[in-house]
């Protein structure tokens, strides 16, 4: 059973470039979430897609926007990309049954901004 | 605003000993609490969840209690291993939507062989 899966593992990008990051659900999975997470803090929830539409979002500008897509896999898009946009970007899915929000994490993509 | 603390400091034991890691939170009271171990590289693993109306929950060498009335969670690891070595984080689901979790940052545990 494969587990959450994304690519690329890492990337190296400009300040302004825009970057998109992929992610595919662990199987089963309806639900994706995003997280950024700098270093030596803990993941910063950026959103959350179900059903193909975004259905949370976190404390995050309008330059990240994401998407899913039928088959539950999701993309993570970010314009105009600054310095501080550099992290360990993390993608995580789920069922939620019982509320309960079990996030099953893939290994990331370290992105970083020169 | 919700707030979680963890120490920010590692903690150090040796091997054998049991660790004992601190969730503290504020401002509201969230129906459940959650740990993950972060190694490097690698994202977050799901160790256990527990409920706001459970004292304690174990799971192998592993227990977590959840005090509501301190608002403070105790992750213990017994007879700790150096493969127990790692970043411990607990997580909260936000006050106003069960679909965000709200992360500390984490502790590092270091146990020496």
């Known amino acids: 059973d494969a587990g959450v899966t994304q690519s690329p593992t890492h990337l190296i990008k400009t300040r302004g470039q825009q970057v998109t990051l992929r992610c595919s659900p662990k199987?089963?999975?309806?639900?994706v979430s995003w997280y950024q997470q700098a270093l030596g803090q803990g993941p910063q929830f950026i959103f959350q897609?179900?059903?193909?539409?975004?259905?949370q979002r976190g404390n995050f500008p309008d330059r990240f926007s994401g998407h899913q897509f039928p088959n539950y896999s999701s993309e993570l898009n970010v314009n105009a990309l600054l310095l501080g946009d550099s992290a360990l970007y993390l993608c995580a899915s789920s069922l939620k049954t019982g509320g309960e929000n079990i996030q099953y994490f893939g290994a990331g993509t370290r992105l970083s901004v020169l | 605003s919700q707030k979680i603390e963890q120490n920010s400091e590692a903690l150090n034991i040796q091997e054998g000993k049991t660790a004992t890691l601190t969730c503290n939170y504020t401002?509201?009271?969230?129906?459940?609490l959650q740990w993950y171990r972060q190694d490097p590289g690698r994202g977050p693993v799901f160790l256990l969840l527990?409920?706001?109306?459970?004292k304690e929950k174990r799971k192998e060498r592993l227990k977590v209690t959840f005090d509501t009335t301190l608002k403070q969670s105790l992750f213990h690891i017994t007879a700790s291993q150096p493969a127990d070595s790692a970043t411990y984080l607990c997580?909260?689901?936000?006050?106003?939507?069960?679909?965000?979790?709200?992360f500390g940052s984490g502790t590092r545990l270091l146990v020496r062989p």
């Open positions: 401002n509201y009271s969230p129906a459940y």
């Open positions: 997580a909260l689901p936000w006050m106003d939507s069960s679909y965000k979790l709200i």
């Open positions: 199987s089963g999975h309806d639900t």
């Open positions: 527990i409920r706001e109306n459970e």
């Open positions: 897609y179900y059903e193909e539409e975004e259905r």
